[in-house]
Nanobody
Framework: QVQLVESGGGLVQAGGSLRLSCAVS????????MGWYRQAPGKQRERVAT???????IYADSVKGRFTIFRDNAKNTVYLQMNSLKPEDTAVYYC?????????WGQGTQVTVSS
């Protein structure tokens, strides 16, 4: 089992920044992918950014150049630095891990960007 706990969401004006954190615990060995998804009201959950173990980072086109995903292995934490936020970035953001074919999700953290 893998436990994921997000923090760092909130309300910010357009153009502002937020940093989300995802603390990872449990059976963290053999985690293949770590990343962030988001779900806006009335929309499907979508990938924001993913770190692929062994190399590679995937970003959604809509966040390229504005968001950065990175991890601190010593703290077992994955971060999402979000800059130049837009109202369309408003959503619940979920931390995600893929381990041995199983998906794990955090509880989600709300990000609201006002215009």
């Amino acid at each position: 089992q893998v436990q994921l706990v997000e923090s760092g969401g909130g309300l910010v004006q357009a153009g502002g920044s937020l940093r989300l954190s995802c603390a990872v615990s449990g059976s963290i060995f053999s985690i293949n992918h770590m990343g962030w998804y988001r779900q806006a009201p009335g929309k499907q959950r979508e990938r924001v950014a993913t770190i692929i173990t062994g190399g590679g980072i995937i970003y959604a086109d809509s966040v390229k150049g504005r968001f950065t995903i990175f991890r601190d292995n010593a703290k077992n934490t994955v971060y999402l630095q979000m800059n130049s936020l837009k109202p369309e970035d408003t959503a619940v953001y979920y931390c995600h891990a893929l381990r041995s074919g199983s998906d794990y999700w955090g509880q989600g953290t709300q990000v609201t960007v006002s215009s």
